[in-house]
């Protein structure tokens, strides 16, 4: 199963670096490793009645393994194409569904949107492809090399055709996106569109195997209930996820640095705080900027810090020992707007940002508080 989906925490296994784009394994993936080997050994052991148990097990491992592959290369191909049309690619994460492609950026238009998120099942139904000449003329006789070939093909065939499912955050979800995209001229749109069939593909997945069972259900079919839901619920939440960025996105045109930036007024760091509160009231400033005696700007004086403050005890507590010492990246551009005002606040977290013209002036102080208000609730 492949996703794109934007930055996220994560620590795994580090693999390697194919086309300079880093693997990682998920922890996760040593559990359904461990399913699949429990799973298949029993077909192992019914085909090659002549094998060992530790050879069986051995067999049943290797198909999980090269299954995993095959996602690598499917996630491979989202990735390598990504980066061709100049999208950076953080990593590629195997885990317990399947596999991840962060791509940090969305395709410029809908036709790379769509190529990007096709790529992906192409490769899958091309290995299927492959394994099904090699299954019909190449692999003869029986034996561990075509059992292998036959279930490989297989497995390819079912990732490739369940991944052009219609439903985010699946790539035939990314592929319908793109449609509704160019219909209508709005990447929102198509993110809403394709979200919402998401989740109506994910009810579908939890429920129809329920009415299956219920309906004069067998014993075995108690796994395609437990696999419905899991799937189901992965696909629910994915779309879940989307309609919540499609929500922010539509908000990003309010983070504008002018728009949000505070009025701040210069004091020494030798001001008495609650004479440094008293000019800030008077000149209606939110912030409060500690300059040198030439005027140059040297710290942000912490909101946190002051609220923090007792009233009685400001008048002996000084500006400066209440400031966070500017870093160069904490001061900004103040005509940031939207996805480029996020994206640097998000490579140098703070409190609040100095906003500068391009000559250098101080145009005023950015709070991350304010910032996050504008996207409060979605």
């Known amino acids: 199963m492949s996703t794109e989906s934007p930055r996220q ?39 090659l009645p002549e094998l060992s148990e530790p050879a069986v097990y051995g067999v049943a491992f290797a198909y999980a393994v090269l299954l995993y592959v095959s996602v690598l290369l499917h996630e491979l191909a989202h990735s390598v194409l990504a980066k061709m049309y100049g999208l950076p690619v953080r990593r ?10 962060e791509i940090e950026k969305e395709p410029q238009t809908p036709g790379r949107e769509f190529m990007v998120a096709a790529v992906g099942p192409l490769v899958s139904l091309l290995l299927a492809g492959i394994g099904l000449l090699a299954d019909l003329f ?63 593909l994910g009810a579908v997945l939890i429920v129809g195997p329920l009415l299956l069972y219920w309906f004069g259900g067998q014993p075995q079919q108690e796994l395609s209930l437990l696999w419905g839901a899991v799937l189901g619920a992965f696909i629910w ?46 000149a209606h400033a939110g912030a409060m900027v500690v300059v040198d005696h030439d005027g140059r700007p ?26 966070r010492a500017l870093e160069p990246s904490m001061v900004l551009p103040a005509d940031l707007v939207g996805e480029s005002l996020i994206d640097a606040m998000r ?32």
């Open 9 to 47: 925490e994560f620590s795994g296994i580090r693999m390697g670096r194919p086309f300079g784009i880093p693997v990682y394994v998920s922890w996760t993936w040593f559990i359904v490793a461990a399913i699949i080997t429990f799973m298949f050994s029993d077909q192992v052991r019914g085909q």
């Open 92 to 101: 590629i994460t195997l885990y317990l569904l399947g596999g991840v492609s």
């Open 138 to 200: 190449l692999v003869d006789g029986g034996g561990i090399p075509e059992m292998m070939v036959w279930w490989l093909w297989v497995a390819n065939l079912i990732v490739g055709v369940f991944n052009l499912l219609p439903g985010l955050p699946l790539d035939g979800g990314r592929m319908l996106r793109a449609g509704v995209w160019k219909a209508t001229r709005s990447p929102g749109t198509g993110t809403i569109a394709a979200a919402w069939a998401g989740r109506v």
């Open 237 to 282: 939440f994915g779309a879940t996820q989307s309609l919540r960025v499609a929500r922010v996105r539509a908000r990003l045109p309010q983070a504008n640095a002018r728009a949000l930036a505070r009025r701040a007024i210069p004091v020494t760091a030798e001001t008495p705080l609650s004479e440094a509160l008293r000019k800030a009231a008077e």
């Open 298 to 323: 040297l710290a942000i004086v912490n909101e946190a810090a002051v609220q923090a403050t007792p009233e009685h005890r400001r008048p002996w507590v000084n500006a400066g020992s209440l400031s």
């Open 347 to 378: 490579d140098a977290p703070s409190g609040e940002y100095l906003l500068v013209e391009k000559g250098g002036e101080v145009y005023g102080v950015l709070a991350t508080a304010d910032v996050n208000r504008v996207f409060s609730g979605v």
